[in-house]
């Protein structure tokens, strides 16, 4: 009890909260220790501090006050009294986001399969692109062919026989139709070395006028050469002779060895 | 634990507030009326004399009902009569906005804001009127020596210790304790003895 006699003269202060700090601090580390009879006067004390507040003057709040508070007591006992929505939890129901997620769902799927439809379709028109270059490629291989045909078959054709020079006996043989074109062609015709290629020259008969270089050509693997040239001099009359010199790949300006076959157009 | 204060067996007698606290407890808008009607007057007299500013003291006396009402189910009615309780809450609130503006802010720092605890009547309090109350503490107070008196306000309405008391006063720390204990303890024989 000696412990306890020590803070009872410090309860009343205490409870009116005006202890230094550490007085009030070894009375609350002796509450601690469980003092049944002193926590009882404590609870004793604070209710005597608490009659202070009748020595106050009492005084009349506005009606302002009273009025702000009553509006803030009415809008929540109201909003309270709604259906208790659980926060977090949205008022949409469950069927509309499932519906907003199957649209997201196929609005994304419309977009990967418009996407996709659409390198489909460039790719597809890629491919016509090439197969309409092809298909022109052959149709003017088709004409050259029907020309070559007509050139061969037409008597109007000039024939002309280019004779073979030095070590090249063979005799090819060209037609010139005055408005088709030149066919040469032959067989056994030796090959020319790698990366060279048989060049066809049309001689002018204007004395000192250049050779003018035409098509290029190497034979199949059997020998045969078939040669048509579309654009050559304009007029047979003007052309002396057609000539034919091994040339490098890619065809010379002028003629860089001797002349393998010649004819006279004439 | 409200339901406590109407079935416990006493001499106490079923208080007009406990009924009206209880049907605060169903968001009960007159009956937090009929609470502020009967009780602001006291409260804001309190708050006031602390503060000493109208505007103030109406903010901290609307934070007090406002808690009041929010927190209603927090005052245990089977261990305390309900105006201490309020009173207590309100002085808090006030010395705490008191300590704002203060340099004295130090003392309650690490003392977290709560609803106080609640108020135990002694063996021997009787139910009176407020109105009653009031005169019989003003009367204790009043025959108190002036430097009692002084002391006991300085502490209750302006948070003061015991050595910022002695400051205040300029007088020795063990004069102001005695000032204060034997003040208090006056107070607590007169009401002993008029109750």
Redesign the interface.
Known sequence: MKNCDQFR?LI??YA??????E?RAAVEAHLATGCADCAKAV????????????????????DM??G???Q???A??QS??KPHVIPGKSVVPFWLWAGVAALLVFSIYSAWNTRRLIGEIREANERAAALNIERQKIEEQLADAKRQATIMMDPASHKIALWGEHAHPETLEAKWHSQLGVCIMGEKVPMPSANHVLQVWFIPKKEGAPPMPSAMVRPDANGKLMLYVSAPPESMDNTKAIAITEEPAGGSGWPTTPILWSGNVT | MFLAAFTSSGPREVSPDATLLLRLLH?D?SA??QL?DRH???V???V???LQQ?ST??EV??DV??QL??NADQYDAAR?PF???L??M??NRA?DHLRLKSERQR?REDQPEELP?V????DY?KALD?KR??ER??AL?ASLTPQQKKA??L???E?????E?AAALKEPLGTV?SW??NG??R??EG?QATT
Do not use: N
């Open positions: 003269d009343e202060a009116l909260g005006a202890l230094d700090p007085d609870e004793e004390a604070r209710w005597l501090v608490c009659q202070l507040a009748y020595t106050a003057p009492e005084a009349a709040p506005s006050l009273k702000r508070l009553m803030t007591v009415r929540e006992a309270q009294a | 968001k808008v937090f009326e502020y602001s007057r006291l804001y007299g309190l006031l004399r602390i109208a003291s109406e006396v609307q009902f406002l009402w929010r305390g105006v201490p309780w009173c207590t309100a002085r010395l003392r605890s108020i135990v009547a002694p309090e407020e109350r009031a503490v003003r107070m006991i306000e502490a209750y309405f948070g003061l210790s015991h050595s008391i304790k204060i204990r208090l303890l107070l607590k009401l």
